[in-house]
């Protein structure tokens, strides 16, 4: 990761000379050695610059605030694989000046999810160091080592492919590493096979844990309105915390089904998540349920249609087995 | 706040007797906004009407709930009322307690109690209109015809003598399309040039017409009655304004590879050629991928012989731009390629030929004068197979899935007109059905059986291949004798689908016009609006919408043009105010509603917004009221709720949900 | 000071929960929240904080207010008035007791809060020390002692033991209700596991947080500084931070219509939000800059300004850990004293 | 639960349903009902919108909030609609969210889709009386309610 870091500022400083681009967005060490956090690299300074196993975040939608000053000149955005899909999507959907970035796509070998590493019973970790899949944490308890394949984000763990869209030039990418331990509609396909009332205590006792901080949506590459219905006084739902169970519903139904057809898996929703909900698996059984029915379309699966479309008496026909 | 009025209808005993209509005015009137509430006999009578206009009056009311039949029914009615008494007609919401209530259940307790409930999720409603003002837009009155085959050519007759202006816009050198090349017409077998051509004079001729031909549209902006269209008028290397016509230039053409289009390339032409004798407007074009001063720079013999010095080197493409107050498409068909049907060996032998090149071939002005032969030897055939159903009706996704409709009957015509002429010649049909609903239709298919003999064969050929003299080998099934059979023929003729003409996909998108996946063009309503495109002032002639015979085509020709005299015979179009609207403030521009708009109602621009928090340049969603329907299915697409519809607005129908939800008792 | 075997612990929670409603902190779903007590409660001890602070006790998220019935045409009010169960919370942490001070000097500031100061008054703090702080602990940098909690009765685990020491009136008269349950002990008992603790908390790695800046630069200066023109642009807008703060204490009123009356309750707002402070003509505060700039100059600057040089922070690292993208007071503190 | 009547029994259950009908066919048919004097159920209110398409998930989650049992949508055949594709974004959208309703636990029964056209008066009466008929049996809707509208 070290040299991949040191190589990507590399690359940037070739840019930036050839004047290609005139900032990055990319991640500035933290405090601890797990919290880098996306930051935008100015006049040339690197300093602090890192992409190392904790540059989880998804850098795509700070996109549309970054490049929306014709004036600023290029940002650079570095975009592990699933990160340019989200991209992808805001260039489609019109929210991005694609002309004022350079999407670099960067090579990934899964991310780590600190949280992991934490439930895991390490504390007080106060440094962090990386020796090839080994992490070395240095704790306010003495030390440990930890391999980094054991505690990958879930999003790695059923990570799709390292296919990257839309970018300007590729770098590394040859480097990416497998990380899919599982299928991602495997948890979902779990879920199916609940009885009503299960699904129904499932979710329950997820949603209630949501405290409607809106991390999910602000992340979502797909949530990228102007604003969002559940903020606008005038749209009838708005409502800045959840009343009771019917308002945690509400939020995540709608959210799901905004981005029905446009999510793309990035898993960004449940690894910001303070409370751990598996929100991804929301968003995922519409990818799932928009596969079986629909096939695969060039076009969002709400935005287009057939003639033949299955009714839908189909969700009361696939649910029969299981009351 | 509004002030609203409530009108509870007895519509006699409609109503009235299971609907305790008292109990429902008394107990709206205590909803909110409410300020006045009565019951009458008959509301949509004179005396109900007066009634409401009074109360308006009296009680400076700024919106109405009419309790009563159907909005079906009345709601244009009780609107007019309204604005009679000077409020917004558009203030005016109808509870519908009759159809659905008071004519549907017996007991009065359960129907009365109903009738509040809709009342007030009407009354909740009408809190929350708004007053709504229907769109104008002026009409230009001319309109555009695309294609000039007999389609095209009619619907812009007919136009035209109701004294419109209309261009026809034909991207080949002459007008004429399909029907030009054929050459005899089912049932009656009456010369399709005889019929034709008066009418391509006619068109011609006509001061209201302007022919574009050898020309494209390239581009289509504006809305129903607004369009504005630009034209490619290419360049034919030919001055038409100075070309007599005499044809001078095409005889001197040392150039005689090219295929002759017209005869199906079953003979040659020069490299400036009128495309067949009856050509409108007689003028020549260059072929510059043929002409040998366009590749070589020498010759120019075609330029030194013309006596009017019309042909001109140097010529470009011309652009056009008009306004139109309507289009007709009219872009007609071609016949599939059969790359598909290998079996049929059409591109192994030269006697297997398609219908069409059949045609050309029975043709006093075709290639052979009208004398039947093969085109291999120039011989005169003695057993001819037809096969039916080339890549029509064809599930196996190699041809069409759709029946192309002409090919039974231009099939039998052709087996009797080759009988008659040739009585000595076999003819067998190989067919899966014979279709022939039609007024003659099947009587003419039963004289080809019947009177001239023809073998028709229940069955589909297996396989076409060469006996090595010179003979056809047909393998076929007769499914009704259960055998195989093989005919030894002279020639086979393929009757190959149909399939909409290539420019219709480019055109369907220009125009926002909705297109099946065959690419023929969707009519607005399959039953009630069969030539109108679901796109306002798009309108469809002919085969463009769906595979039709000549007299069909015809009809329909003159029906689009009806629809386009009544839309050009209008000074303003009005629209309806129900339309949707995009709130700038809260549109992020991606597009999605574009996407599910049916009428392409929705365009994007760079807007400066201003909420008071933000203030930006952004695209933004913008509907043209002209066009947008008010179906709404733009409002759900939207997830951040920028779009509303006007008149059915979120809000309003979260307002008539709560009100149905309600409490009640209390 | 009394003490019990730490096996014996849920004897005690059936001892406190019978004289008034207990809460306590369990891993429930993945994450960690604070339960009512019942038979099958199992303490999650070994867990330094629940994801969400106690604040929610004294300042629900949720709170009714009034409501408003509509009859005819006129309207009646009618106004929440809770009768609010006496209630006790286990096992909060120094820093969320230390938080308790800085929300009351909110909401107890005259006029008072009706409803924080009933359940303030109901509810009774039990408090326990920390055994391992995390490196997202800073609290010692505002004072607080994790060895040595406040609260009205204080519990410290160690060495199979649990020890009870009561430090209020309210404490006292919880201890006199179940002190049958209990061993007596000395009071040097844990004097040991005390120093242990303290020991501890120097190796913080920002437990001395160093906030001079803050505390000698005029307002008007930081303000202005450029420092904010580049530390706010991960910020996602979102309110993790201000919900899992323990003295964040914003909040706006909304109205319910539930189709019989108009129910009035206040709820959490964040002013990390793009509408908070959201006026008629716009919003002051327009971009995410400003917004992010506001949440910790009022923590770090205006609160102390008005209260004695008191921070609205208490170090307890839960915007640390839950950040989505790892912004969070410890770095805007640490990027002020570089400056 | 007592049963000595007049002391502890319950007032019959009367489900709350919305039944969401395009302008062209659907409402037109209910009209046709109204006409042959083809009854169905008095629970069932329709709320006239322009096209199946215009219905947006959040009415129909509004519904259930505010203490509606069943939700019904009705809109022209697929082919038939008065805007050519409104209800095939319709038969998309509700396969989706119904789906997902599902998905969460949430009875599939109280969400239903029927195409009626405005010729088919009989078949919207008799669809309305099935669907409150369904409802009437599932009980009051619990698990997408509000304990405020209550």
């Known amino acids: 990761m070290q040299m991949i870091a040191e190589k990507i500022k590399e690359k940037i400083k070739e840019l930036t000379e050839n004047g290609k681009i005139s900032r990055v967005m990319g991640w500035k060490k933290g405090l601890y050695g797990y919290d880098s956090e996306p930051f935008v690299f100015e006049n040339g300074d690197l300093r602090d610059f890192t992409y190392d196993a904790f540059s989880g975040a998804n850098l795509c939608k700070y996109m549309i605030a970054q490049s929306k000053n014709d004036g600023d000149g290029k940002i650079l955005v570095l975009l592990k694989p699933c990160d340019t899909w989200g991209f992808e999507l805001l260039d489609k959907e019109h929210r991005i000046k694609r002309e004022n970035i350079y999407a670099l796509g960067i090579p990934c070998g899964g991310m780590v999810d600190i949280e992991k590493i934490k439930k895991s019973g390490v504390k007080g970790i106060t440094e962090i160091s990386e020796k090839e899949d080994t992490l070395i944490l240095k704790t306010m308890y003495g030390e440990k080592e930890v391999n980094k394949k054991d505690y990958l984000l879930d999003k790695c763990l059923v990570c799709s492919s390292k296919e990257y869209k839309d970018c300007d030039e590729l770098f590394m990418t040859d480097l990416c590493g497998d990380t899919a331990e599982y299928d991602r509609f495997e948890e979902v396909e779990k879920l199916e096979k609940l009885s009503s009332s299960e699904k129904f205590e499932f979710w329950r006792s997820q949603l209630e844990k949501c405290i409607r901080c809106n991390a999910c949506r602000n992340v979502c590459p797909a949530c990228s309105c102007v604003k969002c219905v559940f903020d606008n006084d005038n749209s009838g739902v708005a409502a800045k915390a959840n009343a009771n169970d019917f308002e945690e519903n509400l939020f995540h139904i709608i959210r799901a089904f905004h981005v029905c057809g446009r999510c793309v898996d990035c898993g960004e929703c449940s690894r910001v998540c303070p409370q751990n909900i598996p929100l991804h698996l929301l968003n995922r059984k519409y990818i799932k349920d928009i596969k079986e029915l629909y096939g695969d379309e060039d076009e969002a699966a709400l935005l287009t249609f057939t003639t033949e479309d299955k009714e839908p008496s189909v969700v009361y026909e696939r649910g029969k087995n299981n009351v | ?666 | 000071m009394y003490k019990l075997p730490f096996e014996e612990i849920n004897k005690l929670f059936e001892a406190v929960s019978l004289n008034t409603a207990l809460y306590v902190p369990v891993k429930k779903n993945d994450t960690v929240v604070y339960e009512k007590y019942s038979e099958n409660t199992i303490y999650a001890y070994d867990e330094l904080n629940t994801v969400k602070s106690a604040k929610d006790f004294f300042f629900p998220q949720v709170q009714d207010i009034a409501q408003f019935k509509l009859r005819g045409k006129s309207i009646e009010i009618i106004n929440n008035e809770e009768d609010y169960e006496s209630f006790a919370v286990f096992g909060v942490r120094a820093c969320d007791a230390k938080s308790f001070e800085i929300l009351d000097k909110v909401f107890l500031a005259e006029p008072a809060d009706p409803y924080y100061k009933e359940r303030r008054e109901k509810g009774v703090i039990i408090t326990a020390a920390c055994e391992k702080p995390d490196e997202v602990c800073f609290c010692t940098a505002f004072g607080i002692k994790p060895w040595e909690p406040s609260g009205d009765v204080s519990v410290w685990i160690s060495g199979g033991y649990i020890y009870w020491q009561a430090n209020t009136q309210k404490g006292l008269e919880l201890t006199g209700k179940i002190k049958d349950i209990f061993n007596a002990c000395e009071e040097n008992e844990i004097e040991y596991f005390k120093a242990q603790i303290k020991n501890i908390c120097g190796k913080l790695p920002f437990g001395n947080l160093d906030l001079k800046y803050f505390k000698e630069t005029d307002e008007k200066d930081i303000f202005s500084s450029s420092v904010w023109d580049e530390i706010y642009k991960g910020c996602l807008g979102c309110g993790t931070c201000t919900f899992v703060c323990p003295t964040c204490q914003c909040y706006d009123i909304r109205d319910f219509d539930n189709g019989k009356t108009v129910e009035r309750f206040r709820c959490w707002d964040s002013c990390m939000y793009s509408d908070f402070t959201k006026m008629a003509h716009g919003n002051p505060r327009k971009t995410q800059k400003e917004r992010f700039r506001q949440r910790f100059m009022h923590k770090l600057k205006y609160f102390p300004m008005n209260n004695e040089g008191i921070y609205s922070c208490v170090g307890c690292g839960r915007c640390v850990r839950s950040c989505p993208q790892k912004l969070n007071i410890v770095k805007v503190a640490e990027a002020f004293s570089h400056d | 639960m007592q049963t000595d009547r007049g002391v502890t029994a319950e007032k019959e259950f009367q489900p709350k349903i919305i039944a969401f009908c395009c302008n062209w066919c659907s409402y037109a048919g209910a009209d046709l009902a109204g006409s042959g004097r083809l009854s169905y159920s008095a629970d069932v209110k329709i709320i006239r919108v322009p096209c199946s398409c215009r219905i947006n998930p959040m009415f129909i989650l509004r519904a259930f909030q505010k203490g509606a049992d069943g939700v019904i949508l009705a809109g022209c055949h697929p082919g038939d609609c008065h805007y050519s594709t409104g209800n095939y974004f319709t038969r998309r959208r509700m396969t989706l969210l119904f789906s997902m309703l599902d998905y969460m636990g949430i009875e599939k029964e109280r969400t239903r889709v029927e195409w009626i056209s405005a010729a088919e008066g009989a078949k919207f009466s008799a669809t309305m009386n099935e669907f409150a008929g369904e409802i009437k049996k599932l009980g009051r809707s619990k698990r997408l309610g509000d304990l405020r509208c209550r």
């Open chain 2, 1 to 666: 706040m509004q002030r609203i009025g409530v009108f509870v209808c007895w519509c006699g005993s409609n109503i009235a007797a299971t609907v305790d209509v008292k109990k429902v005015a008394e107990e709206l009137k205590s909803e909110p906004g409410v300020v006045y509430s009565a019951d009458y006999q008959y509301m949509c009578s004179e005396n109900g009407q007066n009634l409401i206009k009074s109360a308006i009056k009296d009680y400076s009311l700024t919106g109405i709930v009419v309790c009563s039949c159907s909005p079906r029914m009345h709601e244009a009615t009780f609107r007019k009322t309204a604005s009679e008494a000077g409020i917004n007609p558009y203030m005016v919401e109808i509870a519908n307690i009759r159809e659905q209530c008071s004519w549907i259940h017996k007991d009065m307790a359960t129907a009365t109690q109903k009738a509040i409930i809709l009342g007030r999720a009407a009354v909740a409603k009408v809190n929350l209109n708004t007053p709504l003002t229907e769109g104008e837009s002026p009409v230009v009155k001319r309109a555009l015809v695309i294609g000039g085959g007999i389609a095209g050519i009619q619907t812009a007759l007919d136009i035209a003598d109701a004294g419109y202006k209309v261009d026809i816009v034909e991207k080949k050198p002459t007008i004429g399309g399909k029907m030009a090349q054929l050459d005899k017409t089912f049932p009656t077998l009456d010369c399709a040039a005889c019929i034709l051509t008066p009418k391509m004079v006619e068109a011609a001729q006509h001061e209201n017409i302007t022919l574009y031909t050898y020309s494209e549209v390239e581009e289509v902006k504006g809305y129903v009655g607004n369009f504005d269209v630009k034209i490619r008028k290419k360049a034919r290397y030919v001055n038409e304004n100075l070309c007599t016509g005499c044809g001078e230039c095409t005889s001197k053409c040392p150039s005689r590879k090219g295929l002759n289009e017209f005869n199906m390339g079953l003979d040659g032409r020069g490299a400036i050629y009128i495309p067949f004798a009856q050509a409108i407007p007689n003028v020549p074009v260059i072929d510059t991928a043929q002409c040998i001063k366009f590749k070589t720079g020498k010759c120019g013999l075609c330029q030194m012989n013309c006596p009017s010095k019309a042909v001109d080197f140097s010529q470009k493409d011309e652009f056009i731009d008009e306004k139109y107050g309507a289009i007709v498409v009219a872009t007609g068909f071609d016949i599939i390629t059969l790359e598909n049907y290998e079996e049929y060996g059409y591109s192994m032998y030269k006697d297997v030929v398609t219908s069409l090149e059949f045609e050309r071939l029975m043709n006093a002005a075709g290639p052979s004068k009208g004398h039947l032969e093969r085109p291999s030897d120039h011989k005169q055939p003695k057993t001819i197979v037809f096969v039916q159903c080339v890549g029509s009706r064809d599930t196996t996704g190699c041809g069409k899935e759709y029946c192309s409709k002409i090919c039974c009957m231009y099939t039998a015509k052709h087996a009797m007109l080759t009988r008659e002429k040739y009585p000595d010649t076999e003819v067998y049909v190989f067919y899966i059905d014979v279709r022939t609903p039609g007024k003659n239709f099947d009587e003419f298919y039963r004289r080809a059986v019947e009177q001239y003999g023809v073998h028709y064969i229940k069955g589909m050929v297996g396989k076409v291949y060469d006996d090595g003299q010179g003979h056809l080998m047909v393998r076929g099934s007769d499914l009704l004798a259960n055998e195989q059979l093989t005919i030894k023929a002279d020639m086979v003729v393929l009757a190959a689908a149909t399939k909409a003409d290539e420019s219709a996909r480019k055109l369907g998108t220009m125009l926002t016009a909705s297109m099946d996946t065959n690419d023929f063009f969707t009519e607005a309503h399959p039953k009630l609006r069969p030539v109108e495109s679901p796109t306002a002032g798009v309108f469809l002639s002919g085969f463009c919408q769906g595979p039709k015979d000549i007299p069909e085509t015809v009809a329909q020709a003159g029906a689009a043009a009806a629809k386009v005299i009544g839309l050009l015979a209008k000074n303003k179009l009005k629209s309806n105010p129900c339309v949707a609207r995009a709130d700038s403030l809260i549109c992020s521009g991606c597009s999605n509603c574009e996407k599910v708009c049916p009428f392409g109602a929705i365009t994007y621009a760079e807007t400066d917004v201003n909420d008071g928090t933000v203030r930006e340049k952004r695209r933004v969603a913008v509907v043209n009221e002209a066009v947008c329907k008010g179906c709404g299915a733009c409002t759900v697409a939207c997830p951040s709720g920028a779009m509303d519809l006007k008149g059915f607005t979120n809000k309003q129908i979260f307002a008539e949900v709560d009100a149905i939800c309600r409490q009640t008792g209390e």
